[in-house]
């Protein structure tokens, strides 16, 4: 019972000093409406890189028999448990204009990421793919394989396969993975700040847009922060859904 | 069948999404300043626990970081069995946390806006001004944006880091260039001076906006371009013994610490001039 008021009094104090009547002046500012959309673009394209680079990547960790599995495993989900600062200092060392492959960037192609928008969503996928991986990893693993044999020995190619039986076994926890995916990156501090730094237009995210206007505007910060928690209820509304859905059709 | 095993997956990530939530909310607090004022704890072996007599917890604008971390040194050195807690930050960052209830015993501010913002919300009585920094320009000691006067920061295609509007040296910068009657785009716009100058050493920006003595303390790992005098802009450092002191005496020696000609000594060696 105090575990629960201690997880949910900071949100309702959050809920009681907003300013409600200033709301949608707050709201209105160009500047908020700019960090909003950004936060919700990178996201998104976060995600988006997520799923092409991670369920792959779920698909070898589940299925594949190779020494040095259980390494790899636990390398991909290093990200889920380091400090996103470390994770943004990391980048910078990579994929920096110094960095380790970031210099050959600049000097070949004259692409350097750190303080542009490509950089906000190299810094949310590190910090958000493992989430997905996770996910789809886990359903992966304990979906039957003997599904997907047993269409194989009735002739369907692996392509059809992979369609119609891989992907609906383990649909809802590709959609849920996405989802927590896309709220970790939308959060996304501490490596955003890190490696791409923090402009209003470019890479101000939300999360970076609430502490700065904690200094200077302390009210549009509650304001922000609260346009934060209803995304975040929201997203637990829409996984609930989907799980429940997916208990019907199993 | 497969479904109790992916809720348990999910619920797992969900838990350690919440765990690195925790993470950079930490981040972004106090202990974003921490390292250097914690390591220098560390090394005099004070105790971490708070405010009770014999440590004196100072927060300084980021731009003191050398040299506080010395006169703390030296301090403790002058009165032994007293530790000073060193809490380096931008002065508006400060200035917040102070307001919010921060346990801290000494205010030291970039700018007398910040200090005068403790003392509205009534966290100090009066302030002394005891430094003044002047900017200058920052770059990688390779230069790679050829920059060699101000008015090079104005041309496009030139990676500029600045302190966030706010933070003095941000409000600093930007007198400089309206004194110089130019417009600078900068690619981003950082938490405090200490963040600007280490964009600037990891050769990430052309150039940055920083005080001269944050130039001098990097040393060789970076080149300062001094900004002519009549283009210059400076800000004056308040320092002020918090009302709500836990350690008022150790308040009161501290700042006069820093107001001696010893301290001043430490000051002065670092760049930073007479106010």
Same mark, same amino acid.
Request: net charge positive; hydrophobic share 50%.
């Given at each position: 019972?105090?575990?629960?008021?201690?997880?949910?009094l900071p949100l309702i104090a959050?809920?009681?000093?907003?300013?409600?009547?200033?709301?949608?002046?707050?709201?209105?500012?160009?500047? @908020?409406?700019?960090?909003?959309?950004?936060?919700?673009?990178?996201?998104?394209?976060?995600?988006?890189?997520?799923?092409?680079?991670?369920?792959?990547?779920?698909? /070898?960790?589940?299925?594949?028999?190779?020494?040095?599995?259980?390494?790899?495993?636990?390398?991909?989900?290093?990200?889920?448990?380091?400090?996103?600062?470390?994770?943004?200092?990391?980048?910078?060392?990579?994929?920096?204009?110094?960095?380790?492959?970031?210099?050959?960037?600049?000097?070949?192609?004259?692409?350097?990421?750190?303080?542009?928008?490509?950089?906000?969503? /190299?810094?949310?996928?590190?910090?958000?793919?493992?989430?997905?991986?996770?996910?789809?990893?886990? $359903?992966?693993?304990?979906?039957?394989?003997?599904?997907?044999?047993?269409?194989?020995?009735?002739? $369907?190619?692996?392509?059809?396969?992979?369609?119609?039986?891989?992907?609906?076994?383990?649909?809802?926890?590709?959609?849920?993975?996405?989802?927590?995916?896309?709220?970790?990156?939308?959060?996304?501090?501490? $490596?955003?700040?890190?490696?791409?730094?923090?402009?209003?237009?470019?890479?101000?995210?939300?999360?970076?847009?609430?502490?700065?206007?904690?200094?200077?505007?302390?009210?549009?910060? @509650?304001?922000?922060?609260?346009?934060?928690?209803?995304?975040?209820?929201? /997203?637990?509304?829409?996984?609930?859904?989907?799980?429940?859905?997916?208990?019907?059709?199993? | 069948?497969?479904?109790?095993?992916?809720?348990?997956?999910?619920?797992?990530?969900?838990?350690?999404?919440?765990?690195?939530?925790?993470?950079?909310?930490?981040? !972004?607090?106090?202990?974003?300043?921490?390292?250097?004022?914690?390591? !220098?704890?560390?090394?005099?072996?004070? !105790?971490?626990?708070?405010?009770?007599?014999?440590?004196?917890?100072?927060?300084?604008?980021?731009?003191?970081?050398?040299?506080?971390?010395?006169?703390?040194?030296?301090?403790?050195?002058?009165?032994?069995?007293?530790?000073?807690?060193?809490?380096?930050?931008?002065?508006?960052?400060?200035?917040?946390?102070?307001?919010?209830?921060?346990?801290?015993?000494?205010?030291?501010?970039?700018?007398?806006?910040?200090?005068?913002?403790?003392i509205d919300a009534g966290g100090?009585?009066?302030?002394?001004?005891?430094?003044?920094?002047?900017?200058?320009?920052?770059?990688?000691?390779?230069?790679?944006?050829?920059?060699?006067?101000?008015?090079?920061?104005?041309? !496009?295609?030139?990676?500029?880091?600045?302190?966030?509007?706010?933070?003095?040296?941000?409000?600093?910068?930007?007198?400089?260039?309206?004194?110089?009657?130019?417009?600078?785009?900068?690619?981003?716009?950082?938490?405090?001076?200490?963040?600007?100058?280490?964009?600037?050493?990891?050769?990430?920006?052309?150039?940055?906006?920083?005080?001269?003595?944050?130039?001098?303390?990097?040393?060789?790992?970076?080149?300062?371009?001094?900004?002519?005098?009549?283009?210059?802009?400076?800000?004056?450092?308040?320092?002020?013994?918090?009302?709500?002191?836990?350690?008022?005496a150790g308040a009161q020696a501290?700042?006069?610490?820093?107001?001696?000609?010893?301290?001043?000594?430490?000051?002065?060696?670092?760049?930073?001039?007479?106010?």
């Amino acid at each position: 019972m105090v575990g629960f008021a201690f997880l949910l009094l900071p949100l309702i104090a959050l809920l009681v000093r907003a300013p409600w009547r200033g709301l949608s002046k707050v709201l209105s500012d160009s500047q @908020v409406l700019t960090a909003l959309r950004l936060s919700l673009e990178c996201a998104s394209a976060a995600t988006v890189a997520s799923l092409v680079l991670g369920v792959p990547l779920a698909w /070898v960790l589940a299925r594949a028999r190779f020494p040095g599995l259980a390494l790899l495993r636990a390398l991909v989900t290093l990200p889920l448990v380091l400090p996103p600062v470390v994770g943004g200092v990391a980048l910078l060392l990579a994929f920096g204009r110094n960095g380790v492959l970031g210099r050959y960037l600049d000097s070949w192609f004259g692409v350097t990421l750190p303080f542009t928008t490509p950089g906000v969503i /190299v810094a949310e996928t590190f910090v958000a793919m493992p989430f997905l991986i996770v996910t789809v990893e886990g $359903a992966l693993r304990s979906s039957d394989l003997g599904l997907e044999e047993a269409a194989a020995t009735l002739g $369907a190619s692996r392509l059809t396969v992979y369609r119609r039986v891989t992907l609906p076994l383990i649909g809802p926890s590709l959609l849920a993975g996405s989802v927590l995916c896309w709220a970790r990156a939308l959060g996304e501090f501490g $490596a955003t700040i890190t490696f791409a730094g923090n402009y209003p237009g470019t890479t101000q995210t939300m999360p970076l847009a609430v502490y700065n206007k904690l200094e200077t505007d302390p009210q549009a910060a @509650v304001a922000l922060s609260l346009v934060l928690l209803v995304v975040a209820v929201a /997203v637990l509304a829409a996984l609930r859904g989907r799980w429940l859905r997916g208990g019907a059709t199993p | 069948m497969y479904r109790p095993r992916t809720v348990a997956v999910v619920a797992l990530a969900a838990v350690a999404l919440s765990l690195a939530g925790c993470s950079s909310i930490k981040k !972004s607090g106090p202990s974003s300043a921490n390292p250097p004022g914690g390591s !220098s704890t560390a090394s005099a072996g004070g !105790s971490t626990t708070p405010a009770v007599s014999g440590t004196v917890t100072v927060f300084a604008a980021a731009s003191l970081t050398g040299t506080f971390k010395t006169l703390a040194k030296q301090f403790e050195a002058a009165h032994p069995g007293v530790s000073v807690k060193l809490n380096f930050g931008a002065s508006s960052t400060l200035a917040q946390q102070i307001d919010q209830g921060a346990p801290a015993d000494v205010f030291a501010s970039a700018s007398p806006k910040n200090m005068q913002q403790v003392i509205d919300a009534g966290g100090a009585s009066a302030s002394t001004n005891f430094v003044k920094n002047i900017l200058e320009i920052a770059v990688p000691p390779s230069n790679p944006g050829h920059i060699t006067a101000l008015a090079d920061l104005a041309k !496009s295609g030139i990676k500029i880091a600045l302190c966030q509007p706010q933070v003095p040296c941000g409000v600093v910068a930007a007198r400089v260039f309206s004194n110089a009657k130019i417009t600078v785009k900068p690619v981003t716009l950082e938490q405090d001076v200490k963040s600007t100058l280490t964009k600037v050493e990891l050769n990430e920006v052309d150039a940055g906006m920083v005080y001269v003595t944050d130039v001098r303390a990097a040393g060789s790992k970076v080149k300062g371009i001094p900004i002519p005098a009549n283009l210059n802009a400076s800000t004056e450092y308040p320092i002020a013994a918090l009302r709500k002191a836990g350690n008022s005496a150790g308040a009161q020696a501290f700042v006069a610490y820093v107001l001696s000609p010893a301290g001043q000594a430490v000051l002065t060696a670092a760049g930073f001039e007479q106010p």
